[in-house]
């Protein structure tokens, strides 16, 4: 019997059924994916790429909600320290940061004609609309994309929690975190460990017991007590986003 009172069956389609594995997902961008060539700020070449990879997946039914770092412009406990800022200060700086990258990826959205709402956890209501959970719901049921911005709005909570939060928050069916070259976890740092090898599916416990850098342990425990699969993929390989809602293997599964 199906249980009507379960928030996970509120989620329907927005283009009739669709033989997608995840209708609904919390899309995790670092802000550094955006720094393409760069060594500080957004360039244009990623965004617009991330954009198209976006547009494919609406195209195909599915509903996008979207949470973007902000260490391509500030990090707060990294940059605090240097500008004699309380960590709670150079937080707050950091979920601005998070806002305009926001801004920067609705407008690529938008030239390519992807309905697209940015909701802010902290209140500017020129730029963004106020975070509402059921308004948010909504625009996915939609067809519009969501952005989230200004983490949880508040400080000592990474992105990678608010992604967390908020996938629980509007009942995703996974969380797809899109890792800038990388293209899944690995037992070390594939960049300076020649020897680390890819895993291809890991549970969540092995993240917290194992100290594997892919996520804050928060986050993960969050994403363990609402049952919501993760799957960590390089943002950089074409097509990425599609293939794994159509169910193909890529990166690696956590669950």
Do not use: W
């Not at 059924?17 to 997902?25: A, F, G, H, N, Q």
């Not at 599916?201 to 993960?220: E, F, H, P, Q, R």
Request: contains cysteine; glycine residues 10%.
């Amino acid at each position: 019997m199906v249980n009507l009172f379960n928030p996970r069956n509120i989620q329907g389609n927005i283009k009739g059924e669709t033989t997608l594995k995840y209708k609904r997902i919390l899309l995790k961008i670092s802000g550094e994916a955006l720094l393409g060539e760069q060594q500080f700020g957004i360039d244009q070449t990623p965004v617009a790429m991330i954009a198209n990879e976006i547009k494919k997946v609406t195209q195909n039914g599915a509903q996008v909600a979207v949470v973007v770092g902000g260490g391509n412009i500030f990090r707060g406990m990294r940059n605090s320290a240097k500008l004699g800022m309380d960590q709670a200060s150079g937080d707050y700086v950091g979920m601005l940061a998070t806002v305009m990258n926001a801004i920067a990826l609705q407008s690529a959205l938008t030239q390519i004609g992807v309905q697209c709402r940015v909701q802010s956890a902290i209140a500017m209501n020129q730029i963004a609309e106020p975070y509402i959970r059921h308004r948010a719901i909504r625009h996915l049921e939609k067809g519009r994309v969501v952005i989230f911005a200004a983490g949880t709005g508040n400080p000592f909570f990474t992105t990678d929690t608010a992604a967390a939060l908020r996938a629980s928050e509007i009942n995703a069916e996974a969380m797809l975190m899109a890792k800038n070259g990388v293209d899944g976890v690995y037992t070390d740092d594939p960049n300076t460990n020649p020897d680390a090898k890819k895993l291809e599916n890991i549970n969540y416990d092995d993240i917290i017991k194992n100290g594997l850098k892919v996520m804050d342990t928060s986050a993960c425990a969050l994403c363990k007590q609402n049952n919501i699969p993760i799957v960590v993929f390089d943002f950089k390989k074409e097509d990425g986003i599609k293939n794994i809602l159509n169910g193909e293997k890529l990166g690696t599964y956590i669950n």
